[in-house]
Antibody
């Protein structure tokens, strides 16, 4: 079975950092682009960041640009999101999601994890 | 990076058809055939229903169809069933390594 499992969420004070991880299984990880999508409590989906299969193409939402860094380790079948200078508005459930193709920007996210909750509060 | 515009709600009776719109600009929806639609039930992760405007992943019923005209994409659900009641989100490539979602539409089956 194809599975994405996120970890690393939790409660953190504003201005601090957190690193999210996503472990993939059941797929040839380096065949696919990967993305992070978040959902604030009671709100809609917001794309956060995406990375191509080989890490050569990366994009960020304006709301996180300069603060978040996406990376992947194909040897370990893992995706990461380093989140610095966290703000209250970053509070959300963070989903790891797989693109249907190696093409990064088609946006066809066909496999999703269950999400990891990040709460930014003093 | 403005969110795509979706109606907050839509509804229909079982067996009827309902169409949900997703309006963007020539820089996103109108500029690329990279529109996707996702279904999300409460407390669950989203599910891909349509990609590249009108393609359906395997396992998605053919009651779900997608289309695009100019800067507006649409998701049509035909033969509404109770299990179709959920939130629906569109997304589009917006150029320059940027993706954008719509605000979401809550579909109610009356």
């Amino acid at each position: 079975d194809v599975q994405l499992v996120e970890s690393g969420g939790g409660w953190v004070q504003p201005g601090r950092s957190l690193r999210l991880s996503c472990a993939a299984s059941g797929i040839t990880f380096d065949d696919y682009a990967m993305h992070w999508v978040r959902q604030a409590p009671g709100k809609g989906l917001e794309w956060v960041s995406g990375i191509s299969w080989n890490g050569a193409s990366i994009g960020y939402a304006d709301s996180v640009k300069g603060r978040f860094t996406i990376s992947r380790d194909n040897a370990k079948n893992s995706l990461s999101l380093q989140m610095n200078s966290l703000r209250a508005e970053d509070t959300a459930l963070y989903y790891c999601t797989k693109a249907k193709y190696s093409s990064t920007w088609v946006g066809a996210f066909d496999i999703w994890g269950q999400g990891t909750m990040v709460t930014v509060s003093s | 990076q403005s969110a795509l515009t979706q109606p907050p709600s839509a509804s229909g009776s079982p067996g009827q058809s309902v169409t949900i719109s997703c309006t963007g600009t020539s820089s996103d929806v109108g500029g690329y055939n990279y529109v996707s639609w996702f279904q999300q039930h409460p407390g669950k992760a989203p599910k891909l229903m349509i990609y590249e405007v009108s393609k359906r992943p395997s396992g998605v019923p053919d009651r779900f169809s997608g289309s695009k005209s100019g800067n507006t994409a649409s998701l049509t659900v035909s033969g509404l069933q109770a299990e179709d009641e959920a939130d629906y989100y569109c997304s589009s490539y917006a150029g320059r390594n940027d993706l954008v979602f719509g605000g979401g539409t809550k579909l109610t089956v009356l």
